[in-house]
């Protein structure tokens, strides 16, 4: 079992839509995630981080965490063109301190006019 | 502050030929990461150093070794490339402390090419 886990898509908005980026992770003892933005050819960038169970707002971003089903997703409010990118979420492993940052395989995201 | 640099930005290699990765970061990060990037595999996690003096393998070590040679600098070395190791390298550095506002930054990449 892979222990960050990503639909790899592609995942199609219409511009103005809700996107929802999904990402379930193995380790029961992690405690830190991350959700990151990738356009072609470019570094990964970090858009979002989020260490307790609920929602974080960030402007259009909401993340949302649930510990008990392993599970974090990235909610994209008002979806534009300039979105379109692989999302990438990331877990630090374990609950040792010992900062594994392990990556899923990313979603990728396309926002349609 | 430059954030996190990597050099070489590109290079190519023949099969057997050895080169080292460089990456160093200014922001007085704990932790530091390699990765390799290839089409449809996410990033795959080569070695990290959860801070100064220590390393540890990731999901993809074999191939390759690194040194923490002091708190910026992180180097990954090629011995003996392979043309799978053809791939685009990331550097990676993390406040790493666990359970706080964590900032990371990733260096633009080495694309590298092994013939």
């Known amino acids: 079992q892979k222990e960050v886990e990503q639909n790899s898509g592609p995942l199609s908005v219409p511009e103005g839509a809700i996107a929802s980026l999904n990402c379930t992770y193995s380790d029961r003892g992690s405690q830190s995630f991350f959700w990151y933005r990738q356009y072609s050819g470019k570094s990964p960038e970090l858009i979002m981080s989020i260490y307790s169970n609920g929602d974080k707002e960030d402007g259009r971003f909401t993340a949302q965490l649930n510990k008990a089903s392993q599970y974090v997703s990235l909610l994209i409010r008002d979806s534009q063109p300039s979105d379109s990118a692989t999302y990438l979420c990331?877990?630090?492993?374990?609950?040792?301190?010992?900062?594994?940052?392990?990556f899923g395989t990313g979603t990728q995201l396309k926002v349609e006019l | 502050n430059a954030g996190v640099t990597q050099t070489p930005k590109f290079q190519v290699l023949k099969t057997g030929q050895s080169m080292t990765l460089q990456c160093a970061q200014d922001m007085n990060h704990n932790s530091m990461y390699w990765y390799r990037q290839d089409p449809g595999m996410g990033l795959r996690l080569i070695y990290y150093?959860?801070?100064?003096?220590?390393?540890d393998k990731g999901e993809v070590p074999n191939g390759y070794n690194v040194s923490r040679l002091n708190k910026r600098e992180f180097s990954l070395r090629l011995e003996s490339a392979a043309p799978s190791q053809t791939s685009v390298y990331f550097c990676a550095s993390l406040t790493g402390t666990v359970r706080s506002t964590d900032t990371q930054y990733f260096g633009p990449g080495t694309r590298l090419t092994v013939l």
């Open positions: 150093s959860a801070s100064e003096g220590t390393t």
């Open positions: 990331a877990v630090i492993v374990g609950a040792g301190g010992g900062n594994k940052l392990t």
